[in-house]
């Protein structure tokens, strides 16, 4: 029924930027909370950010802060993380995913029953 769909990611330089999009549908509420997630290889998938529809709230990662920002656009039903600064550590998948358990300033969890997963899409950061 929720269902998400990513897109942006790409190859960029060391120092260069991107900006990722999730189309979100099939909520059935105006309560959510949408998060941005990212595995590397052999790494475990990391949460890395989130936007609260409830509160407006907003969570960040301490190895993206100051460097990503995310964002939303209601009347698209789209989530945005607008990326600065890449470096090459943060070659991953990304996927976002929702409505999430919970997600404020002091940090995120993993999406609730009835939740969804995007496809994600690969960024690589080349030095």
């Known amino acids: 029924e929720v269902q998400f769909v990513e897109s942006g990611g790409g190859l960029v330089q060391a120092g260069g930027s991107l900006r990722l999009a999730c189309a979100a549908s099939g909520f059935t509420s105006d309560d959510y909370a949408i998060g941005w997630f990212r595995q590397a290889p052999g790494k475990e998938r990391e949460g890395i950010s989130c936007?609260?529809?409830?509160?407006?709230?907003?969570f960040y990662d301490a190895s993206v802060k100051g460097r990503f920002t995310i964002s939303s656009d209601n009347a698209k039903n789209t989530v945005y993380l607008q990326m600065n600064s890449l470096q090459p550590a943060d070659t991953a998948v990304y996927y976002c995913?929702?409505?999430?358990?919970?997600?404020?300033?002091?940090?995120?969890?993993?999406?609730?029953?009835?939740?969804?997963w995007g496809q994600g899409t690969q960024v690589t950061v080349s030095s």
């Open positions: 936007i609260s529809s409830s509160d407006g709230s907003t």
């Open positions: 995913a929702g409505p999430l358990l919970h997600c404020s300033i002091h940090g995120m969890l993993s999406p609730r029953h009835g939740g969804a």
